[in-house]
């Protein structure tokens, strides 16, 4: 009889791998408080103290979780970040968080949950504010391009981001549609606003050609390599394309201004034909009025003469 193969004795940095995939699982199941050394330890079936000597406790191991997946996120972020123009840069942004979610989804719910202070890295709101940090230095470059007051981009910075890490929290759940929609109409309002809100966004196509790597939180990200003439012909490329979004608003936002303007005049048409609708009645009312007075007036004389006739009859 053959005796079973003995398994392979993990390397301590491969039981601290274990042990972190499996903490980050049960943390997103079941938070900090729910989770347990015991539930960690029987899961990597091995005892507590090998839990306690990688990480020193629960929270030891749930600071590494979190610190992490706000390293991998925000590493996404920035190299969203790193595009050439602000539109492509709100684009990519979006898309970063909306593909963490998609692919990271436990990691996700861990640090959208109110984290624990034993995490040491603060929680979600601090990492939207430290994304808001980055995103406030191109808003302050766009606005000083357009004439606006730089001093307004830290508030628009947190507006904007605000607005991308709740929606992201939505779709967390529902999934529905698609990521890339998504980011399509959440630039479509951030770029736009509600006045200038095109009816069929979509993402331009120097950004949904251009995939965000997912950095790998035990090694250290390889930057991608580029060469300078694919760089030209890439920013050539998003440059003609950002033209043709810009004529296409432009023309969508002239045909809005003619219907507005049609619009206007057709309530001004409706207004005159009311009022004259009204000027008729009150003429109409006013003659009406005449008349009355005037059959009372010779009720009235009638009445007067009736009265004489009466007063003049000899008697009997």
Known sequence: MTEPPTRRRMSGSERR?????ISRTLFAEKGFDGTSIEE???TAQVSKP???EHFGGKEGVYAVVVDREMQKLLTMITEALAASHSLIKLERAALALLQYIEESSEGFRILVR??????GTGTFASLISEIASQVEDVLADEF???GYDPKLAPMYAQMLVGMVALTGQWWLDVRKPGREEVAAHLVNLA????????PHPAITAATRDQPISVPDPTTVPAKPRTSEKELRELEKAREKELKEAEKARVREFKEAEKARVRDLKERER???E???ERERVLKEAEKAREREEKIRQREARLAERAARLEQTDPPE
């Open 17 to 21: 791998e274990q042990l972190i995939r």
């Open 40 to 42: 960690i330890a029987a």
């Open 50 to 52: 090998v839990v306690y």
């Open 114 to 119: 109110d984290s624990h202070a034993a995490s």
């Open 144 to 146: 000083a391009a357009r």
């Open 191 to 198: 770029w736009n606003g509600l006045t200038g809100l095109n």
């Open 270 to 272: 409706l207004l005159k």
């Open 274 to 276: 009311a009022e004259k």
